[in-house]
């Protein structure tokens, strides 16, 4: 059975820093493409980051610089670093995997809430 289970959500004030992580069972990151999405009220959830089985990643043009994304083998876990994080921002965080080859294959996390204010 697969399971990411989200970690790390919080409050953090401007220009601070939050890693969040996504614990996962039952999937193998080499036919996995690992991301992270948010989603603010009312918007639809846009793709942050992503990391391909090939350590490949992509970030979006508007986290670029501040944020950064790695997975941990061994622990089957993957984070999304944040830096500098924008002031005045409430995002619902959410960790996915997509199989590279089963487009069905495609799982989230339960999801993690980032605000960030002073």
Known sequence: QVQLVESGGGVVRPGGSLRLSCTTSGIAYNLYTLAWFRQDSGKERE??????????????????????????????????????????????????????????????????????SS
């Not at 986290?63 to 993957?78: E, K």
Request: with cysteine; glycine share 6%; proline share 1%.
């Open 47 to 116: 793709l942050v980051a992503s990391i391909r089985h090939t350590g490949d990643t992509f970030l979006a043009d508007s986290v670029t610089g501040r944020f950064a994304i790695s997975r941990d083998f061994t622990l089957n876990t993957f984070y999304l670093q944040m830096n500098n994080l924008k002031p005045k921002k409430t995002y619902d965080y959410y960790c996915n995997a997509q199989h590279r080859f089963v487009r069905t294959a495609n799982y989230w996390g339960q999801g993690a809430q980032v605000t960030v």
